[in-house]
């Protein structure tokens, strides 16, 4: 087994989807803990091709009860350093990336970006205020399991 129980693995890394309303939605930080309680933290996309194949894997959790606004997954994408600039918790600054059109707009204090499921998977992200409660994506390596 490559990856702990309950994740997926996708082109060899390991994926948490929460996505049972027993784990509830959270804000940025407190979903960014659960990730690190799991010996993992919350999406980094260093590819087109993890971008895609998550884009694929989040239209099949389509929620249509909740708002598009609530519909998103925190991942590990934030402005808050450097207004306008977006930074990936490894330090990789954003070129382009896959904002839904007019995003990211920062209409109310917006410092951190969540993935939504959308039929275009290049209109994707959103950015959206830190204490806002949504789903989010935990991503590790395989191994080693520390837990
Ligand atoms: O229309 C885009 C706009 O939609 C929502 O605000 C109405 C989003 N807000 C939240 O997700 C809290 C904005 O971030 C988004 O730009
Ligand atoms: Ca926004």
């Given at each position: 087994r490559q990856c702990l129980p309950g994740w997926t693995v996708i082109n060899s890394m390991c994926y948490f989807f929460a996505l049972?309303?027993?784990?509830?939605?959270?804000?940025?930080m407190d979903a960014r803990h659960f990730c690190k309680r799991?010996?993992?933290?919350?999406?980094v996309i260093n590819s087109r091709e993890e971008?895609?194949?998550?884009?694929?894997?989040i239209k099949m959790s389509r929620d249509p009860s909740?708002?598009?606004?609530?519909?998103g997954f925190w991942i590990g994408l934030r402005d808050a350093d450097v207004?306008?600039?977006w930074t990936w918790l490894d330090g990789t600054r954003v070129e382009e990336g896959y904002w839904n059109i007019g995003e990211?707009?920062?209409?109310?204090?917006?410092?951190?970006?969540?993935?939504?499921?959308?039929?275009?998977?290049?209109?994707?992200?959103?950015d959206a205020p830190c204490n806002w409660n949504l789903k989010w994506i935990c991503e590790r390596t395989p191994r080693p399991f520390s837990s």
């Open positions: 049972s309303e027993e784990l509830s939605r959270r804000s940025w799991q010996g993992s933290d919350l999406l971008h895609m194949a998550l884009a694929e894997m909740r708002p598009m606004s609530q519909s207004e306008g600039s990211p707009n920062n209409q109310n204090n917006e410092d951190c970006a969540a993935m939504y499921p959308r039929e275009n998977p290049f209109n994707s992200w959103n």
